[in-house]
């Protein structure tokens, strides 16, 4: 199975096999570790379930300067980080799917503030 590895990982090891991470943040591993290793930040490299990423950058305030997110490449720790920071609640159950959704709406809500 095909997975987003989170940003700067290398490879990993499992089971005593190490699977490397490919330039493009791809790495191919079982099926039967792919729920280990969401845990860990790994997210499906094209997620049936969700909304086609058009790669769309969204400005979003930040304490010490204005920075562009893509929500697309955030692993799962930050999205818990992002969506803490600014006050959206999420639970350890929700799918990646329903994070980077969640994200999304408030970096939404942030630029429609932002523009009133």
Same mark, same amino acid.
């Given at each position: ?25 791809? %790495?191919? =591993?079982?099926?039967?570790?792919? *729920?280990? !290793?969401? #845990? ?5 490299? @094209?997620? $049936? ?19 562009? %997110?893509? =929500?697309?490449?955030?692993?799962? *720790?930050? !999205?818990? #980080? ?5 006050? @959206?609640? $999420? ?26």
């Amino acid at each position: 199975m095909k997975l987003r590895a989170p940003q700067g990982c290398a490879s990993i090891c499992h089971d005593g096999r190490i699977f490397v991470v490919a330039d493009d943040g791809s %790495i191919d =591993v079982p099926k039967a570790i792919a *729920a280990t !290793l969401d #845990a860990h930040g790994f997210t499906p490299w @094209a997620d $049936a379930d969700a909304v086609p990423d058009t790669g769309e950058e969204i400005e979003a305030e930040d304490v010490e300067a204005p920075r562009r %997110i893509n =929500v697309a490449t955030l692993t799962r *720790a930050e !999205l818990f #980080a992002f969506l803490r920071e600014r006050g @959206a609640s $999420a639970s350890r159950r929700d799918t990646n799917v329903k994070l980077r959704a969640t994200a999304r709406s408030v970096l939404k809500a942030q630029a429609a503030s932002k523009a009133d």
